[in-house]
């Protein structure tokens, strides 16, 4: 049986990511799950808003069924240039660069554009900025906190 196979396949990673504390968006095996839970614990000891759910696969995939988004418009290399990638390779975590923890706090006076380049340096200013920067200037997507974080503001 095909199924219970790969759902034995399953319990196994499940298990080895759980022993070593592995996040399941931080391999480096080029395979991601079609809808995945943004739960990074590197960068938040405590998530106090409700886990965003990403939906990978749709994102990528063509239009009519996904929204066609090529992989360079979130995944890029070190000079922050577009990675021209296909279905299976691995990329690197986001915070493997923008590796600054928790919520960036502005300085007092900061002028705009450094604010701006501060916050690229944490994961929270990165992933924020990559999804909701789209969302806007493509005029669909949620940009509202509750429509990724939704209400009650629990795990
Ligand atoms: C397009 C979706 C999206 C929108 C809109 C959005 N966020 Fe997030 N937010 C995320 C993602 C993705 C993360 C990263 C979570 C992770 O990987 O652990 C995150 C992380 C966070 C975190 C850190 C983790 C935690 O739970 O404490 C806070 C706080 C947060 N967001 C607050 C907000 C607030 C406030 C707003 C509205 C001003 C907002 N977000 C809008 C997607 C979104
Ligand atoms: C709309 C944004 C977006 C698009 C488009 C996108 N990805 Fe991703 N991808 C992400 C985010 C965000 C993560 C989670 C990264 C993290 O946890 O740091 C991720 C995770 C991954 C992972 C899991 C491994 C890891 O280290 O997290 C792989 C592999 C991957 N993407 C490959 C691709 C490929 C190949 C394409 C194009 C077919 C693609 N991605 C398109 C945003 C995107
Ligand atoms: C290999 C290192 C590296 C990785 C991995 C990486 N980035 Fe970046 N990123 C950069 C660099 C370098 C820049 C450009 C310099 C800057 O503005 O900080 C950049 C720029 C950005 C920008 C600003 C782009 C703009 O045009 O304003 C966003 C947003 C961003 N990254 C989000 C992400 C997200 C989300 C991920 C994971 C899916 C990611 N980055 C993974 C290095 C990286
Ligand atoms: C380059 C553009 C782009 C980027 C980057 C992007 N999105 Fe989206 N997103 C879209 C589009 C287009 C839609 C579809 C909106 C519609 O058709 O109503 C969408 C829809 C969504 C939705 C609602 C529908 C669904 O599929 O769940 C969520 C939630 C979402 N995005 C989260 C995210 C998160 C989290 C990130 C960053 C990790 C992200 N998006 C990055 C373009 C983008």
């Given at each position: 049986m095909k199924g219970k196979r790969i759902f034995l396949l399953l319990a196994i990673v499940g298990v080895a990511m759980f022993l070593f504390g592995a996040s399941i968006n931080a391999n480096e095996s080029g395979a991601v799950d079609d809808v995945f839970e943004m739960n990074n614990t590197e960068a938040f000891a405590k998530h106090k808003k409700s886990i965003c759910?990403?939906?990978?696969?749709?994102?990528?995939?063509?239009?009519?069924?996904?929204?066609g988004i090529a992989c360079g418009e979130c995944h890029h290399d070190d000079n922050?240039?577009?990675?021209?990638?296909?279905?299976g390779d691995a990329v690197q975590g986001c915070m493997e660069c923008h590796d600054k923890a928790?919520?960036?706090?502005?300085?007092?006076?900061?002028?705009?554009?450094?604010?701006?380049e501060m916050q690229l340096e944490?994961?929270?200013?990165?992933v924020h900025s990559n999804c909701i920067d789209c969302h806007k200037t493509g005029g669909a997507g949620p940009v509202k906190c509750a429509e990724c974080h939704p209400k009650p503001e629990k795990k």
């Amino acid at each position: 049986m095909k199924g219970k196979r790969i759902f034995l396949l399953l319990a196994i990673v499940g298990v080895a990511m759980f022993l070593f504390g592995a996040s399941i968006n931080a391999n480096e095996s080029g395979a991601v799950d079609d809808v995945f839970e943004m739960n990074n614990t590197e960068a938040f000891a405590k998530h106090k808003k409700s886990i965003c759910m990403f939906t990978h696969k749709k994102h990528t995939a063509a239009e009519p069924d996904g929204y066609g988004i090529a992989c360079g418009e979130c995944h890029h290399d070190d000079n922050g240039k577009p990675l021209e990638l296909k279905e299976g390779d691995a990329v690197q975590g986001c915070m493997e660069c923008h590796d600054k923890a928790e919520k960036p706090k502005k300085p007092k006076g900061i002028a705009k554009e450094e604010w701006k380049e501060m916050q690229l340096e944490y994961y929270y200013g990165a992933v924020h900025s990559n999804c909701i920067d789209c969302h806007k200037t493509g005029g669909a997507g949620p940009v509202k906190c509750a429509e990724c974080h939704p209400k009650p503001e629990k795990k």
